[in-house]
């Protein structure tokens, strides 16, 4: 099975960027389905964007336009470009691998957006 940790998180002000990237060991990841979710605290936790093991990619309409997410198939990884942060993007933000019933996830990184 496969797991999944994270890195890349921090603290930006508005307007800033980052890239998160997930790491995966224990199967390669071009076998499922690979997506980005955040929790911001007391809020659920909610799909940012998903690649498909065709390459089919779907986000948030909240982040439409400057997150882009990728994979590399080759080095099993994951990355969530994200341009032009806003404060509204706060959460810990979640690596996601999911084939038919099965799903595992990272432990999470904090990205926090704060003047």
């Known amino acids: 099975q496969v797991q999944l940790v994270e890195s890349g998180g921090g603290l930006v002000q508005p307007g800033g960027s980052l890239r998160l990237s997930c790491a995966a060991s224990?199967?390669?990841?071009?076998?499922?389905?690979m997506g980005w979710y955040r929790q911001a605290p007391g809020k659920q936790r909610e799909l940012v964007a998903s690649?498909?093991?065709?390459?089919?990619?779907n986000y948030a309409d909240s982040v439409k336009g400057r997150f882009t997410i990728s994979r590399d198939n080759a080095k099993n990884t994951v990355s969530l470009q994200m341009n032009g942060l806003k404060p509204e993007d706060t959460a810990v933000y979640y690596c996601?691998?999911?084939?038919?019933?099965?799903?595992?996830w990272g432990q999470g990184t904090q990205v926090t957006i704060s003047s």
């Open positions: 224990g199967s390669k990841i071009s076998n499922y389905i």
């Open positions: 996601n691998a999911r084939r038919g019933a099965f799903t595992s």
């Open positions: 690649i498909t093991l065709g390459g089919t990619i």
